[in-house]
């Protein structure tokens, strides 16, 4: 595995099923290449992540696509009443942390893994950013053949983006989540949510 290259230290990841093989990590190695690491079919997708983790030089940020935190009514009820969706999940009509069950038990579990091994680890939407960017026009997620013309508009939106071609939409979503990652560094960023419950950076 290349590590992080010094210019972008900050990965983007779309995280999903454990065994599924659709969990992909964008990041940029030591060539400059900003290029794709997916987890293969029957393998532990968050044993994939730590791995890819330990091998980088040193921590860097990491832009997660998953729930990261619960509604707030879980631990403090007296200030919160909304027992499925965050203030979050509302703002970006994302899904609630507790339709997602395991996935979202399983992403706060990798979190504290990784910032104990010193990530820093943000929630993201790779959804409400491609709604940001209009790429539903284009054909986000619609058909395979219809990712060139989806990537060439957010090439649009994103002068700079390094040159990479994403094979699949789960890699598409991780182009997305490093993107969001690319516009927090920027200062350009959106956040959702209220800091006390769980924020989402888009």
């Known amino acids: 595995m290349e ?5 972008y230290p900050w990965a983007g ?12 990590i964008a990041c940029v190695g030591d060539s ?30 990491l832009f997660l696509d998953a729930p990261l935190s619960l509604p707030g009514v879980y631990r403090d ?19 609630s942390p507790m339709f997602l069950g395991g996935l979202t038990a399983r992403a706060m579990r990798l979190v504290r893994d990784l910032r104990d091994r010193g ?14 960017f209009d790429l539903k026009e284009v054909g986000y997620k619609k058909k395979a053949g219809d990712l060139a013309d989806v990537l060439a508009a957010l090439r649009q939106k994103m002068p700079g983006l390094p040159a990479v071609v994403p094979g699949n ?12 990652g690319w516009r927090y560094q920027k200062g350009q960023h959106f956040t959702y949510g209220d800091p006390e419950e769980g924020l989402i950076i888009v």
């Open 3 to 7: 590590s992080l290259h010094a210019s």
């Open 13 to 24: 990841i779309d995280y999903g099923s454990k065994m599924a093989g659709t969990t992909v």
């Open 32 to 61: 400059g290449q900003l290029h794709f690491c997916q987890s293969a079919k029957k393998r532990d997708a968050d044993t994939f992540i730590l791995n890819w983790a330990h091998q980088q030089e040193r921590p860097g940020q």
């Open 77 to 95: 009820p007296g200030h919160h009443s909304d027992y499925f969706y965050r203030a979050a999940d509302k703002e970006v009509q994302a899904m």
């Open 119 to 132: 990530w820093i680890v943000h929630e993201v939407y790779p959804g409400h950013l491609a709604r940001t």
């Open 169 to 180: 939409w789960h890699q598409f979503d991780a182009l997305l989540a490093f993107c969001s």
